[in-house]
């Protein structure tokens, strides 16, 4: 599975480490998915507004998001879009966004299996399925 944290993150958190400069982490973040993977830079291709797809909204605290060990982090209950309307596609990967539309790309990562989500399905991602690890 390839993934990475995105250009802009990883220029805030040396900005903040190594030059003192503020970041200040979102309080909630949206989980958005893919038909093209992005790369760190950004782009991909996100699931359209179509067939009710919207990114899901969740609040970062430990119950969300669990305490980080071992340099990973996985989410704590289950995050679950709405259902399909209509065909999203197949679905390649997933985005951690920190606004509910356009905003920054802080993570992103492919699916281990990619899912084809048709008009009736509901994509989720169980406890413990959607992981960030560092390097």
Do not use: C, Q
Request: charged share 15%.
């Amino acid at each position: 599975m390839a993934g990475s944290k995105s250009d802009f993150l990883e220029n805030e958190l040396l900005d903040h480490v190594l030059s003192a400069a503020a970041y200040t982490a979102p309080a909630t973040v949206y989980v958005a998915l893919y038909t093209v993977a992005p790369t760190d830079a950004g782009g991909g291709t996100e699931v359209t507004a179509a067939g009710a797809y919207a990114r899901v909204t969740v609040t970062n605290n430990v119950t969300n998001w669990p305490a980080a060990s071992g340099g990973a982090k996985s989410n704590g209950t289950e995050i679950i879009f709405a259902e399909a309307t209509a065909s999203w596609g197949t679905v390649v990967a997933f985005g951690i966004f920190d606004a509910l539309t356009a905003g920054n790309l802080l993570y992103w990562a492919t699916l281990t299996t990619n899912k084809t989500i048709d008009s009736g399905d509901t994509a989720k991602f169980a406890v413990g399925d959607l992981d960030v690890t560092e390097d």
